[in-house]
């Protein structure tokens, strides 16, 4: 196995270190949400396991939990702790993610997580703006000459797509 010398880079540390800032980004947001002291307590033992153990299901388990919290509080689906979470947890999974694969004292270039970062940036985007189009769909019934109209529309795009795809052969 060769290595590969990257200079003096930056220390794996630093990718824990972004998973801790992760970590007390979703603590805060739980701790402003109302969360219980009980369930806020077990949320700051699964950050801590998740900086320590990148690699472990810690992670994973509290993303899942921060997730449970905030929708079982019943409140509105697009309040600011629903919206400000997303893309903490997102980089606590990339964090975690990376720092998982990289032994403890190895270096990496920062210029090696563009690509990663940048497919984080476009899905971070596609989420918010999933959600700016959510909350501005109307939640009363839509009239059926709209419906027909949107199903139609979907059906001239399909036909369209099949066109075009049956053009290129």
Do not use: N, Y
């Amino acid at each position: 196995m060769s290595t590969l010398d990257v200079g003096r880079g930056r220390s794996a540390w630093w990718l824990r270190g972004a998973a801790g800032g992760a970590c007390a980004g979703i603590l805060l947001d739980l701790a402003l949400s109302g969360v219980s002291t009980i369930m806020l307590a077990v949320a700051a033992l699964l950050s801590l396991a998740a900086v320590l153990l990148p690699a472990s299901p810690a992670p994973l388990v509290l993303i899942c939990t921060a997730a449970l919290l905030l929708t079982l509080d019943g409140g509105d689906p697009l309040r600011p702790a629903v919206l400000v979470l997303i893309p903490l947890v997102h980089a606590l999974h990339l964090a975690c993610a990376l720092a998982g694969l990289l032994p403890k004292g190895a270096r990496f270039d920062p210029a090696a997580l563009r690509p990663t970062l940048r497919r984080a940036a476009a899905v971070q985007a596609a989420a918010l703006g999933f959600a700016a189009v959510a909350a501005v769909v109307p939640i009363t019934r839509t009239p059926e000459p709209v419906e027909l109209i949107a199903l139609l529309s979907i059906a001239g795009l399909a036909l369209l797509v099949i066109v075009a795809r049956q053009r290129r052969r």
